[in-house]
Every structure is written in C-alpha cells, then in structure tokens.
C-alpha cells in the first residue's frame, strides 16, 4: 500500500510540474513587468514612463496574467497530460479542455436560469473598448468571468478535479464499445465525451454548494476579525489554506472592501475597508494617525515577512533538500522572483501543496503567525506584499508606516522557512523538483556515463526490447513507460508478472531499480534514448 501511495503521489506530483514550469516562467516576466510599471519607479526614473516602455511593461506583465487568470484550465490539463497512460495523454488533454468548458458553462446556465446571476461592472473605455469586471457581490458568491462566461469561481480546486476525472475516464472509456446505432462515438471518441456528461451534472450542483461556502465565509470574518490578536493568527491563516479552492479572494476582499475591514476618517473623508483606508492615508500628506487597528487584517502587513522573507527562504530550502540542485534551480529562482518582486506566491505552492498538506499547512499557520506578532507590536504598515512597495510605501513613508517591525518579522521567516521546510521534506521525502523517486544525483549520473562508455553488448537494442518487454510481462502489462537522462521509467499493471531477477541483467543496462511496486527503472546511461526507440518500436507492432 504504501509503495502504491508513493506510486500514486510521484504521478500527481509530475503531473504538477508541466504547468508550474510554464507559470513559473511567465511569472518571472510579470515580476520584471511589475518593477517596470511601478509608479514610484518611474518618478525616480522619469525615463521608465515612456510610452515604449510602458507597452513592453504592460505585454510582460500581461503575460504572467494570462496563466495566473486561466490557472485552474491550466491546471486541468497538466494534470490530465501527467496522469493518463502513455498512448492516451493527448485524448486526456482533450477530454479535460471539455470537461472544464462543460462544467463553467452548465454552472452559468443554473444560476442564470434560476436568478442567481448577479450584474458585473460593465465599462466602455477610450476607442470603445468595453471591460467587464467583478464586483464584491459577485465574490461574496462566487460568481466571475471566466472565458467570457460569468459562471462559479471553483478556483485552481476545481481544474485539479476536471483533470483528474479526465485522466480516470480516458483511461476507463478509451475501449468502451457501445450499440450500433452508436458506434461513431465508441472507442477514442468516448472519453470526452464521458468527461463532458460528468461535468455538465457537477456544473450544475455547483452554483447550489459553492456559494454557501462564500456566505459560510462572510460571517466567519466578521467573527474573526472581533477577535483580537488570534483573531489575526486566524485572518493569516484562513487567508492561505483557502488558496486552491480560490475562496481566499472572497476572504480577504471582505476586510479590504467592506466594513469587515473598518471604517475611517482621513483629512476629512470617510473610508471603509483596509485597502481604501491605507489608500487614503498613503495619499493625504497631513495624516499622521495610528492605523494598527485596520491594518491588523490588511494582506499587505501579514503577507509581506512571508512574501519577501519567507518563501525565499522556503525555496532555498527546497534547493538545499534537493538531490539534483540543476533540476531545482531553474524553478527555485524564477518561483523565489515573483514572489520576492510582485507578491505572486501560487509557482511556490503548488510546488508541494497536493503532494505534502502537512507542510501547506505548516506554511498557512506561519502566515497567520506574522499576522498575529505584527498585531500583537501594533505595526502600522501601509504597504504592499512585495520588496518594491515595502520600500516605497514603508521604508519612505516615515511615521506612517512602521516597516521595521515587519522587515523584522521577516528576517525570521526566512529561516524559520529555510529550516523547517529543508527538514520536512527531507525527513518526509516530499517530491519536490530535483528529488523525483531515486533521482540521478550528479554523481551517479556521471558514473553512469562512465560506465556506458565501457560497456560493451552482443545484443542489439532490438532484442534487448524484446526481452526487456518479455520480463516486464509481455506488452499488455505495461502500463506507461518514459524516460529521464539516464533510465527508462516503466509502470506496470500487475508487478507479479515482473521478472525482477531477469531484469536486473538485461544486456546493455547499468542496474535496475524498483522505487515502488509498480515503477521499475531500467538504467541505460546515456544510450537510453536509443533503447526508448527500440521499445517504442516494439510497443507498436
């Protein structure tokens, strides 16, 4: 069982990876974007505002918002590529594409059809372009615009179970024979559909379960925020455990937008909720008040030791833990980088969240400690959660904005985060980048080389397929098969019809290992790609 888990988990945690890595690159462009179209960059630097280089500022940010905005489709179909067996992943891609079209549209057709839908902020702008945008009641239910389609927000929650199930009816309907009069649509034509008819009935129920959750929510803050300094532990903390059902947008829009947030008087106008308030005493030059009553739930405070400090520090920990720090590396950098310089924190935490729950809520209960330590200080920070606004709106706004406290708070995250999360994932073995399941650490990999160098076979690649397919229990028990620099990665359907012994003498190969039940690794060196062809061949015939 527990080698089937860990089968089971590498899997997901590979299925992840796709879309973190396209993510993580288009939010270092939004990162670089952001610096580059911040205002008080450009009064420094009057040079930045030009027209130019604001169009380059806006298509660079732009482009980490497209997979930011479309995360959960994204999600959907990673998940669907990295699940499905060998043979069937582009079917599972499809069959998730619909699935997740199926599932916003029938969700905007229930609450349509029963008077649920709530009216959006409709805008015509300069040469007649009209913007549609959600407004706070919509969050409160739930509701927003997605693909042009005002329907449920289900968040990155709900394209994880679009991908999975397209993954399980892939693999469950790719033979499905059906009567005659049905036969066009058997076969490969199937799954999408299948994924289709399931997600029209879940798009459905969804409008009726989802939105209850939102007002569950609502008084909840309320609740939460009368409750002195744990009832800002709790702000922190909720705040961060909602991010994968995308419930935290309604969370915190509810204390920056509402009186859930307070209520305030500044150079004589009246503001309510945190956003608004630390807006307006950022603006009036004559406002010099104490604010640790309303910042004390505003996200900037709370978010900024772990957004600056924290999760670089995390990420340098998951680099430390890491078995091949080149895999690691790339990803690190560029997930610490949007982090660190725009406050975008989602390239982290799917890093890990689904495959080590322990550790997310680990890392949401020290969002919540930041909070609950600034209250606790009466900090009164006025800033945002990235490194340029804790400088502008912090360092430089004097009285206004106590940014030690928090700059403070941070540089303990950041070991905090460095320690707990090198040892977590070390002494849990969580896969993370660069610790995939007996990865090529240098080392090996380089004896590998070697060793390929100086071995030598009768045995073509042809015949060393055939056996190779013979002892892993002819074609029909191999389930899925690729391959890394070095190995040939195979999954099988029953792991008794395996001949281990036979397997660890296979000629032309280095070794073979067996990290879990059904997952056999077959070391070639650096000939591996040859012998993946002769497989390949081989499976096809």
Known sequence: MKKKLQSYFS????????????MSFFVLLLSLGAVLKNPNFIDAVPFLGNSWIQF??????????????????????SIAIGMAEKGTKELAAFSALVGYLFMI?????????????????????????????????????????????QTIDTGVLGGVIVGTVAAWATKRYKN????????????????PIATGIIFMLVGILIPIVWPIIGGGIYKAAELVTGAGVFGSFLFGFIERILIPTGLHHVWYSLAHFTPVGGVKEICGEVFTGTKAITTGALGCGEFSGDLSDITRVW????????????????????????????RAKVIVISAAC???????????????MFLAPGLFVIHAALTGLSFAILDLVNASYLGGNNIIELVFNGVFQGHKSTWIPVTLVGIAMFFLYLIIFKWYIQKFDVMT???EPDDDTEEVLQAEIEASRLLRTKATKEE???????????????????????????????PSLVNKQALQKIPGSLGMANPSEEEFHIVFGMKVSEYREAVDKQMNE
């Open 11 to 22: 899997m997901l945690g590979r299925s992840f990876l796709l879309a973190i890595a396209v």
């Open 56 to 77: 380059l500022a806006n298509a660079l940010s732009e482009s980490g918002l497209v997979v930011i905005r479309f995360m959960p489709l994204v999600f959907a179909v």
């Open 105 to 149: 549209t029938f969700s905007s057709l229930t609450i349509t059809t029963f008077d649920m839908l709530l009216p959006p902020t409709v805008a015509v702008g300069e040469n007649n372009v009209v913007s549609i945008s959600q407004t706070l009641e919509m969050r409160k239910a739930m509701q927003t615009m997605i693909l042009g389609v």
């Open 176 to 191: 499905k024979s059906l009567p005659m009069i049905f036969s066009f649509y058997q076969g490969k034509h199937f799954p």
């Open 299 to 326: 996200l900037g405070q709370g978010a900024t030791p772990i957004k600056v400090f924290g999760i670089p520090g995390a990420l340098l920990g998951i680099y430390l833990a890491a078995k091949n720090k080149n």
């Open 338 to 352: 949007a982090s660190f310089f725009a406050g975008v924190t989602e390239p982290f935490e799917f890093l890990f």
């Open 433 to 435: 980048p660069g610790r």
């Open 464 to 494: 060393v397929a055939i056996q190779l397919i013979e002892y892993l229990g002819s074609k029909d028990n191999i389930r899925d098969y690729t391959n890394c620099i070095s190995r040939l990665r195979i999954f099988v359907h029953d």
